[in-house]
């Protein structure tokens, strides 16, 4: 028996929110992809990025997905350029589990992300980012969520309904 749900989509969109919303509501336990990152490493997802660039990161994070993905019952939340490799969206697309695309507007985006520090990419051409990145957020997820003006709990009792 599979319990297991990924959470992916663009920066701001509320996959480390809702993975542990859902894992609070469920008793479920939540993987993080950026977390095992980080753990894995010592340091800050900005500390890797500057020592390793966004090559190494990927290499780190594409090997977090696997190890998160090893586990079961599982809420995984990821990193939001997880679909940039091929081998990511490979994975995520043959998963028989729900791959669930958050989305949000970008003015919501940019408002959830004032002031962030930890992310390296979240540069002022964002929204060309994001336009990149949606196909593959596509082919990768087997369920859209627009979390725009939606309560938490709400969106928790939604991914409950498909998990
Ligand atoms: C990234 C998103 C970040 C983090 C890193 C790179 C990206 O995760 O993995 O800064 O390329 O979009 P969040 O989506 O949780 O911010």
Redesign the pocket.
Known sequence: MMTQLVLI?????G??TLSQALGAATGLPVY???DL?AAAAHQT??EI?AAEG?AG?RQR?TAALAEALRHDPAII??????V?QAENRARLAALAIPVVQLTVTPAEINRR?AG?T?????QENWPA?LAA?QPWYATSANHLLDTTGRSVPALVAELQAIL
């Not at 930890?118 to 979240?122: A, I, W």
């Open positions: 989509g663009f920066m701001g969109a996959k480390t993080d992809t950026d990152v997802i900005a990025f966004e990161f994070e939340a990821t990193g939001g350029g997880i940039t992300l962030t930890d992310r390296p990419l979240f980012l990145r």
